[in-house]
């Protein structure tokens, strides 16, 4: 059979300014919450590599948009480092950063690659953490102003923008299962933090929207699509459900629909659990929504009614249903996620169906492997034909999306270069192109790069 994508398609890969860009706190960059964690405790990452060992794109992002373009690249997504650009996360502008992105974004549209650009990838500056992070409203302001000064550097070429990726991660990873900084377990605080990040949102896309730039405002949302374990089982269904209201609709409702999903405001109403609010906050989140979604799928949840109490001493969602192993499902072997294409197809079938087939792309969608280099061939290439199976068959999927009515306009892998990620560090290798820590970070082509180079030349593949 024959996946022919439709013309204009964005071909491309996503990753983050924390993630790739190295020398941590070099040329006047200010300190993240990543940078301090990995200060006060680099026992935390693994093998003890910090943000300031990534793939060192702020040196080398010449080379690395030319592999791009040999790769097949006509899009590509990072972001800008709040604490780069602003080093306190308000007030002074460092212009070795504005020199540093306004070269990278040259670079990318000269090879006709267009830039997308996300303004927050976890990264909060540690000076704003200092003074409550997402929690404050503060923080709310001075992320507006940060959002408005990359669009009055940047937005005279930038033209597709993204508030927040996935915002339910410092939620869950900083306020409920201590996966990031600050390292909280407190569900009210966790359910501020995420009206705050929907606040700054809607707030940026008024801004952006209001000053007439010629151009897209969005966010890119993880969707876990949620399946009950059993179909027939009432209390399974329901306790889906709630997963869903969690982790998808409580950012995806008041993206797109400007209200917050009716069920989680009620529970999180009987549990005392609403956050600071104002009438006329409600009313900004009503009139400013997206123009764009970004879509990461990487695995679903498989959700049973709760039967064990959560290990934690407060309220958590997952008192409410317990996330199932299923282990005749397929399983990723080096990352121990669940492989299930199909979930791919039904984020987009819900984006049609329910949220009025807004335009929307595959923001992320990857494998990662832990011990790739095992796969190194005589010619020193990775040869991961598992990830050419993992990519084609979303790919596929992705296309069936598309002849039944939905609006997708890409496919962004993750990611580019093998890249640092939080905690992780280096364990999981996504990219289509290998960085070789123990040579300079010399960068080579995987197989699944010169793959992708077909598919893009084809718009599309045979199978
Ligand atoms: C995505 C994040 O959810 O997962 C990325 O947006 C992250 O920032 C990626 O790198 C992979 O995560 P991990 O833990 O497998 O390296």
Redesign the pocket.
């Known amino acids: 059979m024959n996946y022919k994508f439709p013309a204009d398609f964005w071909w491309g890969s996503a990753a983050?300014g924390a993630?790739t860009e190295g020398i941590a706190t070099g040329d006047g960059k200010g300190e993240s919450i990543w940078d301090r964690w990995y200060s006060n405790d680099p026992s935390v990452f693994f093998n003890e590599v910090g943000p300031d060992q990534a793939s060192r794109v702020y040196e080398m992002y010449k080379e690395d948009v030319k592999l791009m373009k040999e790769i097949g690249h006509n899009s590509y997504r990072t972001s800008i480092q709040w604490s780069r650009l602003i080093p306190e996360g308000r007030g002074k502008v460092n212009p070795d950063a504005v020199a540093f992105y306004n070269s990278y974004i040259d670079e990318l549209i000269e090879n006709d690659i267009e830039p997308f650009i996300c303004l927050y990838?976890?990264d909060m500056p540690m000076a704003m953490q200092e003074i409550g992070g997402w929690e404050s409203k503060e923080v709310v302001e001075a992320y507006l102003e940060f959002a408005k000064t990359c669009f009055e550097l940047f937005g005279d070429r930038v033209k597709k923008w993204f508030t927040h990726?996935?915002p339910i991660?410092p939620v869950e990873g900083g306020y409920l299962y201590q996966f990031h900084y600050p390292l909280v377990v407190d569900m009210k605080r966790a359910v501020q933090v995420a009206y705050h990040e929907t606040l700054a949102s809607v707030k940026t896309i008024k801004a952006y929207h209001e000053a007439g730039y010629d151009g897209e405002i969005g966010i890119i949302l993880?969707l876990t699509p949620s399946y009950p374990r059993n179909e027939e089982d009432p209390e399974d269904v329901k306790a889906a459900q709630l997963a869903d209201g969690f982790f998808n609709r409580s950012f995806l409702e008041p993206a797109i629909n400007g209200v917050f999903p009716a069920d989680i405001v009620e529970l999180i109403t009987e549990l005392d659990l609403l956050p600071d609010y104002t009438e006329e906050e409600l009313d900004l989140i009503k009139a400013n929504t997206i123009d764009l979604l970004g879509i990461?799928y990487?695995q679903p949840r498989r959700i049973k009614k709760k039967e064990s109490k959560s290990e934690y001493d407060s309220v958590m969602p997952d008192d409410y249903f317990d996330n199932y192993v299923w282990p005749e499902r397929k399983m990723n072997p080096y990352?121990g996620w669940e492989i299930y294409e199909k979930g791919i197809y039904d984020c987009l079938i819900n984006i049609r169906d329910n949220y009025g087939n807004i335009p929307c792309f595959i923001s992320?969608n990857g494998m990662?492997v832990e011990g790739e280099e095992k796969y190194i061939n005589e010619e020193g290439r990775i040869d991961d034909d598992y990830r050419i199976e993992f990519v084609s068959d979303h790919l596929k999927y992705v296309h069936q999306a598309i002849q039944e009515g939905c609006n997708v306009k890409g496919y962004h892998m993750?990611t580019c270069m093998d890249?640092w990620?939080?905690t992780?560090a280096y364990?999981?290798r996504?990219g289509f192109i290998a960085v070789d820590l123990e040579d300079n970070r010399k960068r080579t082509i995987k197989k699944s790069g010169y793959w992708y180079k077909e598919v893009v030349a084809n718009n599309g593949f045979d199978d």
Request: hydrophobic share 20%; no cysteine.
């Open positions: 983050s993630q990838h976890f990726n996935e991660v993880n990461n990487y990352r992320e990662g993750w890249n990620s939080w992780n364990k999981n996504y």
